[in-house]
């Protein structure tokens, strides 16, 4: 029995809980039946023949393993393109907002502009219609 414990224990993969999505390619392997049915070892034959199924299922397993963690990274992978677009964005819409922060600070000052020269044109008109021929500063 010890031979088995030393095929067991290099086994030993410790998984984390992962969405369904995550799980959706990988084939979790089943343990072998030597292993989880009521069978014994009266032979050479059949011991050596679970501890070939044990190796197998040990490939299994990393394999497994293995292949959940590609689709985590994967997953990461995707999020990150995710995050760089949405950063891409949030840039695109921080200089759009730049943009019209300054294109509003230029209308405000065009129509101020214009009220000035409004009102100056306004003075300039009443000057000339109190004394037409008195000097007026120009508009």
Partial sequence: MRLVFNLVAPMAVVLFPMSAKAQSGCSEPRAPYCLTGFTTFEDEYSFNSCRSELETYQDEVQDFSQCLADEVQDLVDEAE???????????EADDATSEAQDADREAIAASARAVEAYEDAVEYWNCKAADPDGFCPGP
């Fill in 81 to 91: 393109s995710k995050t760089d677009v949405a950063a891409a964005a949030r840039r």
